[in-house]
């Protein structure tokens, strides 16, 4: 169900919901926290959807902000929908239009609006935020989500992520990493326990999942770590190979698709003695990293060595070709 | 220094680089390893045990060597097992079937047919596994599910030492996993783990208890030692008594064979129950490692008093035929394989004590029955009145006791009770509940208790498993009991589909007290 509220003000949009509630007998308290999400009008759907796979198993208030690009400079109109019941998840979906003015102090636009006392995350699907909403939400936010995957140009998005981020923040680079992790700290379990000589991860240009992968491993195995660009199109990383001192293990995503067309989820498994067989490594979705992030909620200080090593900053330093 | 033994020292203080302790995203995978399930045929492995093989997969924490072996009777090849296995996990799994995720993980399963009995079986077994630490890349690393009547956990262990299934390297594990009753009194527990223990070590044997693997059980702990709020009232001071109750809204089914001579108090209080109360009775552990945690555990099971007078607070009761809502049931009597004279109890109540500074005062009631009002699990604190009460109708009517409720299954969550003023000009005070939602403030796909514990055996991760010293001491609470009650005939009947016999309502009544309605 969608209520429409044009030309409103945030004491109404709160004063709607408020009714919502007790018409229908609800309680808000089963909602753990709000979710902001900043995103274009053509991504909004997209990303509301995401959202709301991710509030089935964290029910949350999603407040969506939408720039409107197409209201007068000094125009301070607010347009607003609230979208309830079964089809939005577990959670209430709060959409705001906002005209240019409104645009530069979204923090007191929220807080109206904001559960109580329950933590508030911000993700920005897609791209790097602009400066201005990034950094002022972040006195009220317990996490910053941002997504450089689609981003342009990767390298002033990852010098804004070095900068700009707080040690609570992620960009979901990261989190698309973290069945791959697993994967191969279960690698080096197989014995024999042999010392790595080196390592080498391949995967695509632009994509600062290999870059966070490669940067991971050279600050945990110190060892000489390659990084090599994929020729053909395909995912985020193709394939990590270590040399051990019996030989090469590695693990190389599988291009095969399945009857639906879809890149299979399988790796192949390579080891010293003969080994060659796959295994199973599931792709991750937008949803199920956002998920991954609502359940932390907090610092990881291993994306943050890995973010803001040597490593990255050498790449950075060696020319536009490997970014 | 020669190159062999560079590589054991090598091997010998070994850890992985890439395993960092503030690396708290990764996810926990397991070792390489097989898994031998006997009595794979059974509603345990196909209902629970497969679709948690396949979620675990699913779900990524399934290491990239990962074999299983389905040892039965039946003339199957390994392609008719996969067959039949994939029909059970396909209607039983959690998380969503992948054909792809499927197809990868049983090309490492395998069957070998055979009786326990049959020592060729268990050689051609070893053939099988040792194929499949070749094939998988499993390491040597074993897990047997001893899915089967404990009679004969005895037979099978000796086969597999016979067959020197249990001999392994140096760096790999073996581990069995045996499931409840883990004997039915105390010698015959010690028995059994005599036997385990003699082809597998202590340290290799892991008891599952499925209660121990469910979210809200581990939440009680979560809930009792991270919160300020909790830790001040838990105690005799503002607790009256505590009720731990466990209903189920079906007979026996096709059990009997299992169920009678048996009874509801072997079958769940002497495990399920009695760690409840462990849980919910114990002392902050110094941590959460599972020898911290039995030591506290083990506390408590020694500090449970018995009452006095048996015949006054314990109660039993078998079901007689009625109707299950709109169901018409027959009584316990009746089922097919019960004896007409059975004097096996399908309800039990009794009261315990626990002598310890904490709960000195403090009764715990414990009931547990078949065909009763409906399925449900909690543990209930009722808090003692308030001395002196302000308002009137605290003191005419049955309010202000306030209740704090661990609902454990169905719809987990917590309900708090306490009295509030009724919207008037007079002053009335009526019990109001509050409630948290388990389901509803987080996930919906919380992993099945199965799936926990199986991990957790693959990662020789032992917290939420009860060690045989807690095995012993609960079924040194329940002996006595049993004796009791095998002197006293028949159980006394009550109505399918109702609360219990009589005589469990009289005991909360000698005490002046009344059980909830769950």
């Keep these: ?323 | 220094m020669t190159k062999p033994e560079q590589e054991e020292t090598i091997t010998s203080t070994w850890s992985n680089p890439l395993r960092v302790p503030c690396d708290l995203r990764l996810p926990r995978i397991a070792d390489p390893c097989t898994l031998v399930i006997f009595g794979v045929t059974g509603d345990l492995a196909r209902k629970k045990l497969l679709p948690a093989i396949y979620d675990l997969a699913n779900r990524g924490l399934l290491p990239p060597g990962f074999g299983l072996i389905g040892f039965g009777r039946r003339e199957w090849s390994d392609d008719d097992f996969k067959q039949w296995a994939q029909s059970y996990i396909q209607e039983h799994c959690r998380t969503p079937f992948h054909q792809s995720t499927w197809e990868q993980l049983s090309h490492g399963f395998y069957f070998v047919q055979g009786t326990f009995d049959d020592f060729n079986a268990f050689v051609r077994l070893k053939q099988r596994v040792l194929t499949v630490d070749h094939e998988c890349g499993t390491y040597s690393n074993h897990a047997f599910y001893m899915s089967i009547p404990p009679r004969a956990f005895s037979l099978v262990s000796h086969q597999l030492a016979a067959a020197e299934l249990t001999k392994h390297p140096s760096d790999t594990w073996q581990r069995v996993i045996i499931e409840k009753p883990f004997g039915h009194d105390l010698a015959s527990a010690q028995e059994l783990d005599k036997t385990v223990t003699s082809v597998f070590g202590a340290e290799s044997i892991f008891r599952i208890d499925h209660y121990l693997g469910k979210e809200t059980v581990q939440n009680l702990l979560a809930l009792r030692f991270t919160n300020m709020l909790f830790e001040p009232i838990w105690n005799s001071h503002y607790v009256d008594h505590v009720q731990i109750t466990m209903a189920e809204d079906f007979g026996i089914g096709s059990r009997a064979g299992y169920y009678d001579g048996v009874g509801a108090a072997r079958d769940v209080i002497q495990n399920h129950l009695l760690q409840l109360l462990t849980l919910t009775a114990m002392e902050k552990p110094a941590s959460f490692t599972s020898q911290d945690l039995s030591k506290e555990k083990i506390n408590v099971l020694s500090a449970v008093r018995l009452p006095q007078d048996l015949a006054r607070y314990t109660a039993r009761g078998q079901y007689s035929a009625g109707w299950q809502g709109q169901e018409a049931v027959c009584g316990y009597l009746n089922e097919d394989g019960v004896s007409p004279e059975s004097t096996t109890e399908t309800y039990a109540a009794l009261r315990l004590d626990i002598d310890t500074p904490r709960w000195n005062g403090t009764p715990f009631y414990l009931r547990a029955g078949k065909r009763l009002g409906k399925r449900v699990t909690e543990i209930a604190m009722i808090f003692k009145q308030i001395p002196q009460p302000l308002f009137d109708s605290v003191v005419e009517g049955n309010v202000g006791h306030n209740a704090l409720v661990f609902r454990i299954q169905p719809n987990e969550g917590i309900t708090l009770r306490f009295g509030s003023k009724v919207p008037g000009s007079r002053i009335d005070i009526r019990d109001v509940n509050m409630d948290f939602n388990y389901g509803q403030a987080f996930t919906e796909d919380s992993p099945e208790a199965y799936e926990r514990l199986i991990l957790d055996v693959f990662l020789g991760d032992a917290p939420l498993f009860p060690t045989s010293q807690e095995v012993d001491l609960s079924w040194k609470i329940l002996d006595p009991i049993e004796q009791f009650w095998a002197s006293q005939g028949q159980p006394e009947q009550y109505r399918s589909g109702t609360w219990g016999p009589h005589s469990a309502d009289m005991l909360m009544m000698n005490d002046n007290r009344a059980w909830r309605m769950p």
């Design chain 1, 1 to 323: 169900m969608i209520i429409k509220l044009e030309n409103t003000t945030t004491h109404d949009i709160a004063m709607q919901l408020t009714s919502l509630y007790e018409e229908r007998g609800e309680v808000t308290t089963g909602r753990v926290f709000t979710l902001l999400i900043e995103c274009s009008e053509q991504d909004l759907e997209q990303s509301l959807h995401e959202a709301n796979i991710a509030s089935s198993s964290h029910p949350c208030r999603i407040i969506a902000l939408v720039p409107d690009m197409n209201a007068p400079e000094q125009s301070t109109q607010l347009d607003a929908e609230i979208h309830y019941g079964t089809d939005v998840g577990a959670g209430d979906v709060i959409i705001l239009h906002i005209p240019g003015q409104l645009i530069h102090h979204i923090d007191t636009l929220v807080i109206p609006l904001l559960l109580a006392d329950t933590p508030i995350v911000s993700w920005w699907p897609g791209i790097f935020p602009d400066k201005s909403s990034y950094d002022s939400i972040e006195r009220m936010v317990a996490t910053r989500i941002t997504d450089v995957e689609r981003t342009t140009d990767l390298r002033t998005a990852l010098y804004d992520l070095q900068k700009k981020s707080s040690p609570r923040d992620v960009d979901l680079s990261w989190t698309r990493l973290t069945f791959w992790r697993g994967a191969l700290v279960s690698l080096l379990d197989l014995p024999p326990h042999l010392p790595l000589k080196e390592c080498t991860v391949t995967g695509q240009k632009q994509s600062l999942s290999t870059l966070l992968l490669a940067s991971w491993l050279q600050e945990t195995l110190h060892c000489p770590i390659h990084l090599k660009w994929e020729t053909v199109p395909g995912h985020h990383i193709s394939s990590v190979r270590f040399l051990r001192e019996d030989g090469v293990i590695s693990l190389s995503r599988e291009t095969n698709k399945n009857s639906d067309n879809v890149l299979t989820d399988q790796v192949r498994l390579r080891l010293p003695n003969n080994t060659n067989r796959l295994v199973s490594l599931p792709h991750r979705n937008i949803a199920d990293c956002l998920s991954e992030e609502l359940s932390r909620m907090k610092a990881d200080p291993v994306y943050h060595k890995a973010l803001n090593s040597y490593f990255i900053q050498q790449v950075l330093q060696q020319g536009t070709d490997l970014l």
